[in-house]
């Protein structure tokens, strides 16, 4: 397993980006993980839907968004808001997309990601549908996907890596194993040691890093998607994490874990282990932390603000968003509704 920051914040490996571009990537994580908790407290308070926490999870998504190049692909899942920023998707539209608006699914016309996926593992195979069609059009772009251990078990990945590999297709498989599908656990889906390997069967590179290693995590998807751009085809990295919260909000994870595992995947915190490594360059003080911390508040309670500011969208928004042009029967049902 790739390992570059040690639990302590101190390097094991050599740092793959400067002070001052580590710094930019704390504060995304406190963005992250701010509009995070957010997510979770408007749930409660009925102000979205079913929401997906990924407290625990940042470095693997800030990480990996962090390698790209603003103009590549990105095909994620509910659980990926961090990433899905990173590259360009408003946390407000976001937002609107837990709320059940059909405006989160909606990103502006110059942001390369695609709506969250709901469906486990089917977003995978059009991500390798956008890569070969980038290859065949001689263009540079990558697109990376995202998908939990889960995914893996679902026939979709095995399509999605053996197209990938036949095709050699400019497309970077990032599997954030947090160690759970639901209440699920990695060993019992699947009977290889390591998600990685699997990248052997379909003629890829594949990797395993540690997903908490904001720099390891970095590291290897800046190598992959050099490699897809350099026509050397796909690669599948298995980060692994921990989900610390709950599957949904909808779930339990106390019917089925230890409370322990918790507590203890927060003494691998991947925030806390990025700010150690601040303080220990002389990069990290607690007033520049507190105003970090308010910047992130606020941004996200701008956004909060943003996406309930919105009007309910208007029948001609519903019915006019189906097709270029209405069908009979949605005409009828449109005239029922405005009559």
């Known amino acids: 397993m790739r390992n570059i920051l040690d639990l302590e914040g101190r390097l094991v490996g050599e740092a793959p980006i400067d002070i001052e571009t580590t710094r930019r990537l704390y504060r995304a994580l406190i963005e992250t993980r701010a509009y995070d908790k957010k997510g ?3 749930q409660r308070q009925g102000r979205l839907a079913t929401y997906a926490p990924l407290l625990g999870q940042e470095a693997a998504q800030v990480g990996s968004a962090a390698a790209l190049d603003p103009h590549d692909w990105m095909v994620a899942t509910y659980r990926d808001a961090g990433a899905m920023w990173m590259q360009g998707y408003p946390w407000e539209v976001l937002l609107l997309s837990r709320s059940g608006d059909e405006r989160g699914g909606r990103p502006p016309v110059h942001v390369d990601v695609l709506p969250p996926s709901i469906t486990v593992g089917a977003h995978m195979i059009h991500a390798v549908g956008i890569s070969w069609a980038e290859k065949l059009q001689g263009t540079d772009r990558i697109a990376i996907t995202y998908f939990g251990d889960g995914a893996t078990s679902e026939g979709d990945f095995h399509e999605a890596m053996n197209f990938a590999g036949v095709f050699k297709t400019p497309t970077v498989f990032l599997c954030q194993n947090n160690g759970y599908a639901i209440s699920m656990p990695r060993e019992r889906q ?3 040691d390591t998600i990685a390997q699997k990248a052997d069967a379909y003629g890829m590179v594949g990797e395993q890093v540690d997903g908490n290693d904001l720099f390891a995590v970095y590291e290897a998807t800046k190598e992959a998607v050099d490699r897809a751009r350099a026509g050397e085809g796909a690669t599948l990295i298995e980060a692994v994490t921990y989900r610390v919260g709950p599957h949904t909000t909808n779930d339990d994870p106390g ?8 507590r203890l995947a927060l003494d691998r915190d991947p925030i806390e282990r990025v700010r150690r490594y601040l303080e220990h360059e002389g990069a990290w003080d607690a007033d520049w932390e507190e ?8 941004t996200i309670e701008r956004a909060v603000e943003l996406a ?3 009007l309910p969208p208007s029948p001609e928004d519903i019915f006019g968003a189906v097709y270029e042009e209405m069908s009979p029967d949605l005409r009828r049902q449109f005239e029922q509704v405005t009559s």
């Open 255 to 262: 019917r089925y874990r230890d409370p322990e595992e918790e």
């Open 190 to 192: 699947t009977a290889s």
């Open 291 to 298: 105003a970090v911390q308010a910047k992130a508040s606020t």
């Open 308 to 310: 309930e500011s919105l």
């Open 40 to 42: 979770t407290t408007l």
